[in-house]
């Protein structure tokens, strides 16, 4: 749908702040769709999610505004680590479903949940991305018929078969990820859309790993009939133990503080979860915030008069105490000067990563980036009226480009569209507008974000948006978004 930038308000606040790709922006339905999402999210308490804090328009393309959460994706976590540790993955699954009652307890739907939308953060898991999140209770309903929204892999049956969406799906995506967060792999393996709702359909999920507490639960979120899976609420108080009724956010926010306050230790996390020195975020200028006093806080009681006794002489070794004392005083100052050199750092690493040159490669000829090997098969082909389903040309024309990507590595990684780029001979870059893969009968089918096994082999066709006053002549393939890269020339 667009870019997510992290930004900073006027008091230097980090934001999240999404922008609408123009294409999107430029269709009335769509900008009617998305006002909606910006409603339907405000009305979500954010004590599990991002808080939406502003929404607007600027230069034709609609943004929206929200908390910045600092941690790391899950998708990403079990890519580097695999899987979760127990009492990491108890505390997802209850943060998710706690997430889960208070977006339906505004008869909201998530329709996105998936480990990229999942954030561990210090705090605990945070759902995010209400990017095509669905009201319930609306009147109007934009989204076309016969039009499936969602990722693939992780939407529920009947969301694919026969675009229902309720609750439920929100319920089923919960199981997925709970699978695949306690083993590392998806529950129904990989494949194509239609595929894996088959798969999930046939109500076969490969849930080996996952420990007794879990696996009745997660079958039961699974349950290809809608109506036979659990609500978020009777989740969330199977997973706590508890009994008590869980009608509201707020009462969701109790169950999952008092569970989170015993399992979810920001100091057992892995340490590479949040970078030190970490600095809890804070709404931009101008929003008002309540801080809620901290978990297991006892006031100390108030202090003792001082008794009353007869002057003491000063001490008689009165320059080393003067000297501890300041001492003492430039002990904050040392320490700011070691963070503002780190911080230096940091940033002339993130300048050194993005600055340097990618390698070069060979049409026709293996190309390796990180743990990916890239092969360009053939010359770029453009037209004005290429054959992508779904896709428009807003600069001019379209330029397809036929790649094979295999993961060399031992981990999982996602191969994503967002970090590939076309270079003109204006020395313009152009980022891929969509991925597809080859299909049989060489058919073209959309694949977002598309993570592959290794030793797993991905053919497609990456398509960009390409202006008609330069031309192709080059394109930059990269296994992560800030990795050097290999560059092939395109003639």
Request: charge should be neutral.
């Amino acid at each position: 749908m667009g870019a997510v930038y992290l930004g900073r308000g006027a008091d230097n606040r980090f934001v999240a702040v999404k922008v609408i790709r123009p294409e999107l922006a430029a269709d009335r339905t769509f900008r009617a769709r998305f006002q909606d999402e910006v409603t339907n999210a405000q009305r979500v308490a954010s004590f599990c999610t991002a808080q939406v804090l502003d929404h607007g328009e600027q230069g034709g393309s609609p943004y929206l505004v929200t908390e910045y959460v600092d941690g790391k994706p899950l998708d990403e976590y079990i890519a580097n680590q695999g899987a979760l540790p127990p009492g990491t993955l108890h505390g997802v699954a209850v943060g998710v479903a706690a997430a889960l009652t208070a977006i339906h307890s505004v008869e909201l739907v998530h329709r996105d949940l998936k480990p990229s939308n999942v954030m561990l953060s210090v705090s605990g898991p945070r759902v995010i991305d209400f990017g095509i999140a669905r009201a319930t209770d609306a009147a109007a309903q934009h989204t076309q018929t016969g039009f499936v929204v969602g990722s693939p892999g992780w939407m529920a049956p009947e969301q694919v078969m026969r675009g229902e969406t309720t609750t439920a799906v929100d319920i089923f995506a919960w199981g997925t990820l709970v699978a695949f967060a306690a083993t590392g792999r998806h529950p129904y393996g990989t494949g194509t859309l239609v595929t894996m709702a088959a798969r999930a359909q046939a109500n076969k999920p490969d849930l080996d790993g996952l420990s007794e507490e879990l696996v009745g639960v997660v079958r039961s979120a699974l349950d290809p009939e809608p109506e036979r899976r659990p609500t978020a609420q009777q989740l969330l108080l199977s997973l706590v133990g508890g009994a008590e009724e869980v009608a509201t956010g707020q009462d969701a926010q109790a169950v999952a503080d008092q569970e989170l306050n015993r399992t979810w230790v920001a100091e057992a996390l892995p340490p590479d979860l949040i970078p030190p020195p970490w600095v809890p975020p804070s709404p931009p200028r101008g929003v008002r915030m309540q801080m809620p006093p901290p978990r297991h806080y006892t006031p100390p009681p108030a202090p003792l008069p001082p008794p009353q006794r007869a002057p003491v002489p000063p001490p008689v070794m009165q320059p080393p105490y003067a000297a501890r004392r300041r001492s003492h005083r430039r002990w904050p100052i040392g320490c700011l000067v070691v963070l503002v050199i780190l911080m230096g750092l940091v940033i002339i690493a993130v300048a050194t990563l993005r600055n340097q040159r990618p390698t070069e490669g060979t049409l026709g000829q293996e190309s390796v980036d990180g743990q990916f090997s890239f092969v360009v098969r053939n010359p770029v082909t453009c037209g004005k009226n290429a054959a992508i389903r779904g896709v428009t040309a807003t600069r001019g024309r379209l330029c397809q480009v036929r790649v094979t990507v295999e993961n060399t590595g031992t981990k999982q990684r996602t191969l994503s569209p967002g970090n590939q780029k076309l270079i003109e001979n204006s020395g313009s870059e152009v980022e891929a507008v969509k991925l597809m893969r080859v299909g049989a009968n060489k058919r073209l089918t959309e694949a977002p974000d598309t993570p592959l096994a290794p030793q797993e082999k991905f053919t497609g066709v990456l398509v960009f948006d390409v202006s008609t006053t330069s031309e192709p002549e080059s394109v930059e393939l990269h296994d992560a978004q800030l990795s050097r890269g290999v560059s092939v020339p395109l003639s």
